[in-house]
């Protein structure tokens, strides 16, 4: 039975590795013992028959009916994996029908951020051995990410022109609603294996718009917030320094504010001796030499290692400065600025175009290294 359900979970495995944000096997097998922890054999099995894309419930079940099931049954299936957050659903009008949709969903940002307050110590290690082990190169094999970095606002002169994508007031004037805020499962997380939080005390600092803030408020997760309560804690994440990171796309599903102590993501890449690649970024950290006077504050600021004192003067290294700002309102010598990067990346209009774009360069990339 053992090896039954290894070979289900397996198939899972392989059926999620297709998605745009993959989910790849490891030698050591830690990729199982994950789904373990939150797929049932029989939800595994449904799973499998789901897609990146939404599919309707009669679709799936004329895919799944010659196991019994009846739809009436699936539906119920459906419905508890939404509900447990191991897929997402949606549904639409047509006619005077409701038609229900449901997809996979990856594990980041997916299944993973839907388990709040159901995390466990062992669990927590296995998905950070998960991370180091395969999915931070998956993360960043096409280098376009899921999340973006933009400066905070206090980092970004008048007299520089800030495009609205990158402008955080813009961007929650015009995000649509609802907003929910919810805890940061990372911190959650890090608290669970008593390692707090070395940069701040906030715990609901993780936002949410429209559906995607349907769901958290649906499921219990999250609370609605209106857009001024949004921008109080977003300035707060701001001057505990934490890193701003909106979805990749100019109307962003999420907003996540991020530590190099705690989030999965930064804690990763900082490893890599040149991890700005991998950030979608439109901004850089300058030094200038003449005012700094060496304090070490930008250095103690910073998420990704980037800042270093040598010889009383604050040297920034851009292969790992991800231009989040976070170091240039605490200066006390005004030394430090945000420069625009030459050439300006321009986010997809929507998260399905950046997965569309993802899921793109992942079979360019293939076809490039069947031809080598």
Known sequence: MNNENNSIYRELQKHLDKLPIGFPATESGVELRILKYFFTPKQAELATNLSFQPLPLKKIYRKVKSSGITIEQLEHELDKMDE??????????????????????????????????????????????????????????????????????????????????????????????????????????????????????????????RSFAKTYIRKGLGREISKEEALKILRKAEEDGLVIQPGNSQRPMAICTCCGCCCGILTNQKRLSEPAQFFATNYYAEVDEDLCVGCGICEDRCNMDAIHIEDNIANVNKARCIGCGICVPTCTSEAIQLFKKETEIIPPINSKATYMAIMDKKAELARAEKNS
């Open 84 to 209: 447990e957050g191991l897929i997402h659903f949606g549904s639409q009008k047509e006619g005077d029908e409701e038609i229900k949709y449901y997809v996979n969903a990856p594990l980041v940002i997916g299944f993973y951020e839907l388990q709040l307050n159901r995390l466990t110590e062992d669990f927590y290690n296995d998905f950070m051995q998960y991370f180091e082990e395969a999915f931070i190169d998956e993360f960043n094999k096409t280098k376009i990410p899921q999340l973006r970095t933009i400066p905070i606002e206090e980092s970004v002169t008048f007299e520089q022109k800030i495009s609205t994508y990158d402008e955080l007031r813009t961007m929650i004037e015009n995000i649509g609603e609802p907003i929910s805020v919810q805890e940061c499962i990372c911190r959650q997380a890090k608290d669970l294996v008593g390692d707090p939080c070395k940069k701040t005390d906030l715990r609901e600092s993780c936002f949410a718009f």
